[in-house]
């Protein structure tokens, strides 16, 4: 009996020391965001002299403070003598559509690791486009002042658990932008505005023109009253003529036709001129 127990504490010492001794204490993400294309991805692995991983992507540049071997997408470090390592890798991961930005990062771990974090710094001027789109959930969203930060925070990651996070993101209006559109709008209302003056004046041409076009006589009979406009037809017809034949004529009242001639003559439309005991009544040639 007394062998069992002791067999029994042995297997479970050796359980505990297997599962304590197997995961890697911490596996941390740093991603800087450097344009529209690369990325700088920073991971830190504390207590581990050996670590290996997948990284799904193309790695334009790789450094460590340990021996790292890249064999596909399998990383490989290992060292004697420090219980830290540090790899950085530059990479071509953000991927861009219109005014939208992706980054994503895919990992495969060879060992389990008690606690994972990663943070993803977006370049200034950019904004989460929606929360809907960051994955995995249980993200917080912070702010250095400048930039946008998403930051994850995970425990006991099982290396058979696919490492993935995920970001999109926008741009957002620059103050050159606006002022770019601004000074483009302000050339395209100067010249709508150049084209109704233009219209407008051609417009103003052709009324000033018709205008002249019509006789200054024209206009003058417009204004004229009925007894007016039939003496001065007889004057214009016949071009000089006696003021009793415009009596006769027309069959007013001498007054009447006396009062007319004044109102003619008043407007520059005729002349009267005494001839002896009659008047001779001219038309003014306009």
């Not at 290996?52 to 470090?77: A, H, K, P």
């Not at 060292?79 to 895919?106: H, L, P």
């Not at 005991?277 to 306009?286: A, D, F, H």
Request: aromatic share 10%; net charge positive; hydrophobic share 45%.
């Amino acid at each position: 009996m007394n062998r069992v127990k002791i067999l029994s504490l042995l297997l479970a010492f050796y359980l505990l020391l297997n599962f304590g001794f197997s995961k890697v204490d911490y596996f941390g993400i740093d991603a800087q965001i450097l344009d529209d294309t690369f990325a700088e991805i920073k991971f830190t692995i504390h207590k581990a002299t050996e670590f290996e991983f997948r990284f799904y992507g193309n790695i334009r540049n790789i450094s460590s403070n340990v021996d790292c071997r890249v064999e596909g997408e399998l990383i490989s470090c290992s060292s004697e003598n420090t219980t830290a390592i540090n790899i950085r890798i530059v990479s071509d991961i953000v991927a861009k559509a219109g005014n939208t930005y992706s980054f994503n990062i895919q990992l495969e771990l060879k060992e389990d690791v008690r606690r994972v974090t990663s943070l993803v710094t977006l370049p200034i001027g950019m904004i989460i486009k929606d929360e809907k789109e960051i994955f995995p959930s249980g993200f917080r969203t912070l702010s250095n002042g400048r930039n946008i930060l998403v930051y994850w925070e995970l425990e006991n990651v099982s290396k058979i658990q696919p490492l993935s996070f995920r970001v999109k993101y926008q741009s957002i209006q620059t103050s050159q932008e606006i002022f770019n559109r601004f000074y483009l709008l302000i050339i395209v209302l100067v010249i709508v505005l150049f084209f109704v003056t233009l219209y407008a004046l051609k417009k103003r041409r052709v009324i000033v023109r018709k205008i002249v076009r019509v006789k200054p006589e024209k206009i003058v009979m417009e204004v004229l009253d009925e007894y007016e406009k039939k003496v001065y037809e007889i004057v214009k017809k016949e071009g000089k003529i006696k003021q009793n034949e415009i009596v006769d004529r027309t069959g007013f009242s001498k007054a009447r036709v006396s009062r007319v001639l004044r109102s003619l003559a008043e407007k520059k439309l005729v002349k009267v001129e005494k001839r002896g005991r009659t008047n001779i009544v001219e038309v003014l040639k306009k």
